[in-house]
């Protein structure tokens, strides 16, 4: 708990973020980590450093939109309007009131495991002419890390999250005397929110939504807040496992026209062979019906014989395995009559691992496979679902 100043600029306080956790890359942990020190390294007041904030937020979101082309784990990007409602607590300094901030949120998380990842998130308000004085001005700036949890996937419309949150909330807080006090507390936050996305890596959220526990003035007997924040704005999603689009059919040809009239003159019939040997109106005779000459009849066309599906052949298990991003080998295909067959597997599984240890391709697979025999443990990933099966490999 730091001690009490008067209209004094906070000096920056510095973190070394940790290693990165599993599934994160070079590039989304670079992200995160240019964004927290650049935003703790700011000295002055919440609302002076907001400029400064804005252009670090639209630089990480020039540098995701580079590193989306290459194979990173699920990372969104959030930034929009925020409402603070902030309990002032009644102490030898201040008196109890809510104030009503205005301002900004921005958050990006990196996901590791399944639906959970890790989200970091920043955020600053103001209230101008606060407590009626003229020029005197109110702010917030907190900033919170903590665990997520993703409702959905990449090929949903809509999803959903929850979070938890800790971090440091400073405010410059109204006092009795007519001017402002600042402190630093510990913030803990929970909430979540619902995003839609009418595009593929672009759409709309509505929150977080969050319950700010906060103990500001606390070395004064001043009672715990409770504040609350609502957010709303922009997101955007890059990496993670999208689904393939789905490719378009291909346009039939248009049959031409058997009219044989003209596009200048409608009225006009090209000439027939009937019409040359038609005699006169002075001339009396039988006009000849011409049936159409009947075309022989056409074979019905072969159809292609199917291509076989791209893969490699995994033969101690009787399948047809694919690359799946680095995540595993994706069974296309299993023998009639296979081992794959006998112990349940089906196409569309993906297999992780072999008796424990994580296996990321195909030929990773293969090379784990080569010197198996008797009983073995394959874990695999069906939908949501994982799993382990024993299977039984004959004697080499």
């Known amino acids: 708990m730091q001690g009490l100043t008067y209209d004094k600029s906070r000096p920056g306080e510095y973190i070394v973020p940790g290693e990165a956790g599993p599934g994160q890359t070079l590039v989304a942990s670079s992200i995160l980590y240019s964004v927290s020190c650049a935003v703790f390294a700011f000295s002055g007041g919440a609302v002076r450093n907001m400029e400064k904030l804005v252009r670090i937020a639209l630089a990480a979101l020039f540098l995701l939109g580079i590193a989306s082309a290459q194979n990173i784990p699920a990372v969104d990007v959030f930034g929009g309007y925020s409402y603070l409602n902030f309990d002032v607590p009644s102490s030898g300094e201040t008196t109890s009131q809510r104030l009503k901030l205005n301002g900004w949120d921005f958050s990006a998380s990196v996901g590791l495991f399944h639906h959970f990842g890790a989200e970091a998130d920043f955020s600053g308000h103001n209230l101008s002419d606060c407590g009626g ?98 957010s709303g704005g922009i997101a955007f999603r890059f990496g993670g496992n999208f689904p393939p689009s ?124 080569s010197d198996k025999s008797g009983k073995v443990r394959i874990g695999i990933l069906r939908g949501t679902f994982a799993t382990e099966t024993v299977i039984l490999l004959g004697a080499r």
Not at 153 to 173: E, M
Not at 212 to 220: D, G, M, V
Not at 262 to 285: D, G, N, V, Y
Request: proline share 8%.
């Open 133 to 230: 004085v003229s020029g005197l001005k109110c702010s917030n700036l907190s900033y919170m890390f903590g665990p997520r949890f993703t409702v959905g996937d990449r090929s949903s419309r809509f999803t959903g999250f929850v979070h938890g949150l800790v971090g440091q909330d400073c405010a410059d807080i109204l006092a009795v005397s007519g001017t402002t006090v600042s402190d630093t507390s510990v913030a803990i936050a929970a909430g979540g929110g619902l995003d839609y996305w009418f595009f593929r890596h672009v759409g709309v959220q509505l929150g977080p939504a969050d319950y700010i526990y906060a103990r500001h003035l606390n070395s004064f007997n001043a009672s715990n807040q409770s504040n609350f924040r609502v």
């Open 246 to 369: 789905e490719p378009k059919p291909p346009k039939e040809p248009k049959e031409k026209s058997e009219s044989h009239r003209s596009w200048t003159r409608p009225w006009h019939k090209s000439k027939s062979a009937s019409s040359e040997t038609q005699p006169s109106e002075t001339q009396p005779s039988t006009v000849a019906v011409h049936k159409p000459a009947q075309r022989p009849a056409q074979p019905p066309a072969q159809q292609p014989a199917s291509a076989p599906s791209r893969g490699m052949p995994i033969h101690s298990l009787g399948v047809v395995v694919a690359p799946q991003e680095f995540d595993g080998a994706k069974i296309l295909e299993i023998e009639l009559g296979s081992v794959a067959e006998m112990a349940s597997l089906h196409a569309g599984d993906l297999i992780k691992s072999v008796d424990g240890k994580a296996v990321r391709t195909p030929m990773e697979l293969a090379a784990e496979l």
